[in-house]
């Protein structure tokens, strides 16, 4: 079976810094797409970025970047220039390309906090 | 236009009552999901439909009971509802599921349920 695992509970950054957020998976398939989500207090979910396995270029969507070690089963989330806005739970997830029937798989969360 | 949009935002309801939350999206999207969360927890997958038929049921107590009307519409039927019941229930929705791709889910604002 497929697990997420994220080993930060609670991250703290100070507003314009950068900060990464760990996350790691465990699978037997070799297709399949890792998802940053986050989810500010009482709002809504967003997706972040997006990483397909069978790309080796790493995500990128204006200030969030991730680092997607294939080999270790690495994915983490690089916030720069943090914003109080960044404020949320994040969310790492995997889901496989086939067979899976689109059962998105989460980590446990990680609740960052930026300091003004 | 990447909406999904669910009513009511905020649902209380006694043990007896008979209650229905409601999702849709116009993404043209052919895979819906119904999700419980808790507090400070990951979302939990409850069903998945794709193509309007129900794909996955993770042995989710018939006390809920899921509907789709059409390509675009989800329902959650409540009825007889447990105090730990109460969460934040939310919707996605995804271009597809399995080897089809478009694997990314956009998730509606939820459902706040308050069971009495």
């Known amino acids: 079976a497929q697990t997420v695992t994220q080993s930060q509970p609670e991250m703290s950054v100070q507003e314009a810094e950068t900060v990464t957020l760990s996350c790691t998976y465990d699978?037997?398939?070799?297709?399949?797409?890792l998802f940053w989500y986050k989810q500010p207090p009482s709002r809504q979910m967003i997706l972040v970025i997006r990483q397909e396995a069978y790309k080796q270029q790493n995500a990128t969507e204006n200030r969030f970047s991730v680092n997607f070690q294939k080999a270790a089963k690495s994915f983490s989330l690089k916030i720069s220039d943090s914003q109080l806005g960044d404020a949320a739970m994040y969310f790492c997830a995997y889901v496989g390309y086939g067979g899976s029937q689109g059962n998105l798989i989460f980590g446990k969360g990680t609740k960052l906090s930026v300091k003004p | 236009d990447t909406e999904v949009t669910q009513t009511p935002k905020h649902l209380v309801m006694g043990m007896t009552n008979k209650k229905s939350l409601k999702c849709e999206q116009h993404?043209?999207?052919?895979?819906m999901y119904w999700y419980k969360q808790k507090a400070k927890k990951p979302p939990e997958l409850m069903f998945v439909?794709?193509?309007?038929?129900?794909?996955i049921n993770e042995s989710v107590p018939s006390r809920f009971s899921p509907e789709c009307p059409n390509s675009s519409l989800l329902n959650l039927h409540l009825h007889a509802l447990q105090p730990e019941d109460s969460a934040l229930y939310l919707c996605?929705?995804?271009?597809?599921?399995?080897?089809?791709?478009?694997?990314?889910?956009?998730f509606g604002p939820g459902t706040r349920l308050t069971v009495t």
């Open positions: 993404m043209g999207h052919r895979a």
């Open positions: 439909y794709s193509y309007e038929k129900l794909s």
């Open positions: 996605a929705s995804s271009q597809d599921i399995g080897e089809r791709g478009g694997h990314e889910q956009y």
């Open positions: 699978t037997s398939e070799s297709d399949y797409y």
